[in-house]
């Protein structure tokens, strides 16, 4: 395998043969190993000794079910520790494909107004001025850059909230339909991509598969993980995620009391249903030209999670996910499906991330900058993010600057990154998990809410502590090594229950890298992915006093359940002992 270099300083390309320490890895264990390897860790986010690293994972480009998750790794602008985000979509399949584990991107360019595109072919790899595309929106950006290249190319391109160097912004993979709906969303991502002067990186159509090493053993692991997706209640075809999407959720958390409403206040929203998954799919029903449940993030996912929206004027909204629903629905007190499925377009386009756009906003309403419910004054705060206006760089920073700002003491944030749509104080486990990742509040570091809230994997109560430590480490460390298969995270509905998936799951992994693990050695390597993360942010100046919930959830009383954070913070230590 062959990695590809880009040093934006002097705007040359390398291709380099993979060194022997990272040929088996893949995904989020080669972006963290190599920026481990590479990155000082007390570097400025955005200053020239960061690195951008893109990697697919060691599956993808396979014919593995839904193994198409390309992961983007560097310093975080956001948490100002090491970060890996990965969304779904055919980029990753087409690098593999072409027999690249890996893109670095590194240095910074003299002329910090120029704009760089990075075109990879079959026949060669080359940097090319990008000027015309400086701040154009993500959706005329795909168009134009597949009217030139190929309608069928993979696109990974940054918008407007990103050159702004904003710290909430992501990178954006295009989907099937080449619209900016992918996102690897979380940690600033997209400020470090285009702090390195690129707009966008187009990687040509390839079809065929990645190179197996043993083609008798991947039949073997792919029909069995196959199998098991296909079997298990949540992951099938026509189960939950597939007839409801991710919005299935909107309605079990919001009965579990654990849906954080108006800004982590309360955990019950009086409107969930009218943002459900339920409500979705039965507008999709009645508009079947412009919405569609079952939506695939990339050729191959046999899960179909995703959703196309039709609002009530028959406009198309893609990607519509559950985070979204309760980041701009449910947190900001906002019930009006059409105006979230508005402004989730409007963060596509801009390049924001949901959740952090979420928080931010909800943060700001507390803090009196508009009222709670206020869909008009929250798609107005958006064109101020696009625009580059102080209003806007504040909101796009995330909800952490915007609490610094406004004087607001309810910050839902652990390493100045924005919770996800899972309330802490009563779901312990998800709980540990957002407040010792390396990533930052992130629910999809560790997702306990497999066993605690939908009974998969197990079933444990949600409001005790016992145990909590134990289960969120487990789930972190099996996360690690799925982020670095290129497998989708909701693969772990199916082999948690199904222990022939996880079995098959490695044994496809071995039979392309030639190695010989076990189901035992696949958690020992994600927990040594968990270990080097959590030794670069020591590095980076990070101390026990950073895996903390912000100060608000040990005093304040959630409703309708009226709980606190109790854990002790010596229990949340042992985590990495």
Not at 155 to 163: F, L, R
Not at 261 to 274: I, L, M, Q, W
Not at 363 to 376: C, N, R
Request: glycine share 12%; charged share 20%; with cysteine.
């Amino acid at each position: 395998m062959k990695w590809i270099r880009v040093n934006m300083s002097d705007l040359s390309v390398k291709v380099e043969d993979v060194p022997k320490k990272y040929e088996q890895m893949g995904g989020r264990w080669l972006t963290s190993s190599i920026i481990a390897d590479e990155v000082p860790a007390t570097c400025h986010p955005l200053g020239p000794l960061n690195k951008v690293v893109i990697a697919p994972g060691i599956l993808s480009g396979t014919t593995a079910p839904s193994s198409g998750r390309i992961s983007v790794g560097t310093k975080s602008p956001l948490t100002g520790g090491i970060k890996e985000a990965n969304a779904g979509a055919k980029f990753g399949q087409y690098l593999k494909r072409m027999g690249y584990s890996a893109i670095i991107v590194e240095g910074q360019p003299k002329n910090k107004e120029s704009r760089y595109l990075l075109n990879i072919s079959k026949e060669k790899v080359e940097l090319i001025g990008a000027d015309e595309y400086k701040f154009m929106g993500l959706y005329e950006l795909n168009e134009k850059l597949a009217a030139k290249y190929g309608k069928d190319v993979g696109i990974a391109c940054v918008g407007p909230a990103a050159e702004h160097l904003l710290a909430g912004t992501g990178v954006a993979f295009n989907d099937v339909e080449n619209r900016p709906a992918r996102y690897a969303g979380r940690g600033g991502v997209g400020a470090a991509f285009a702090s390195k002067g690129l707009k966008a990186i187009v990687v040509e159509a390839v079809t065929g598969q990645a190179t197996i090493l043993n083609n008798e053993l991947f039949e073997t692991g792919r029909k069995k993980l196959l199998a098991a997706l296909q079997e298990h209640a949540v992951t099938k075809p026509k189960g939950a995620l597939n007839t409801y999407g991710t919005a299935v959720l909107v309605n079990i958390l919001n009965e579990a009391g654990a849906l954080p409403t108006r800004n982590f206040s309360s955990g019950t929203f009086e409107g969930a249903k009218k943002i459900s998954g339920e409500a979705m799919a039965e507008a999709a029903a009645k508009n079947p030209q412009a919405g569609m449940m079952g939506h695939r993030c990339h050729p191959g996912c046999v899960i179909g999670c995703s959703v196309v929206y039709p609002d009530a004027q028959g406009k198309s909204h893609t990607s519509v996910e559950y985070e979204t629903l309760w980041a701009i629905g449910a947190n900001c007190g906002i019930d009006d499906l059409d105006a979230i499925a508005q402004m989730n377009t409007m963060c596509n386009d801009i390049g924001l991330d949901t959740i952090e756009f979420g928080d931010a906003v909800a943060v700001a309403m507390e803090g009196g900058l508009l009222p709670f419910g206020d869909a008009k004054g929250a798609i107005a705060l958006l064109e101020e993010v696009r625009k580059g206006n102080p209003l806007g760089k504040i909101i796009g920073s995330g909800c952490s600057t915007v609490g610094k700002v406004f004087g607001v003491r309810r910050v839902p944030a652990v390493k100045n990154q924005g919770m996800p749509a899972y309330e802490p104080r009563v779901i312990k486990g998800i709980g540990v998990t957002y407040i010792t990742t390396p990533m930052g509040a992130d629910h999809t570091a560790g997702y306990s809410i497999a066993p605690e809230i939908l009974g998969v994997g197990g079933k444990f109560d949600p409001h005790t502590n016992e145990g909590k430590v134990k289960l969120s480490k487990d789930f972190q460390a099996t996360t690690c090594f799925i982020d670095s298969t290129g497998c989708c995270v909701f693969t772990a509905f199916a082999i948690l229950d199904i222990p022939s998936g996880f079995e098959g799951m490695v044994e496809a992994c071995n039979a392309v890298t030639g190695a010989n693990w076990t189901t035992s050695d696949a958690y020992e390597i994600g927990l040594n992915i968990l270990k080097t993360e959590h030794q670069f942010n020591l590095a980076a100046g990070f101390t026990a006093n950073d895996d903390r919930p912000p100060e608000f959830m040990k005093l304040e009383p959630v409703p309708p359940h009226n709980m606190v954070w109790d854990m002790a913070d010596s229990e949340l230590d042992s985590i990495w002992k």
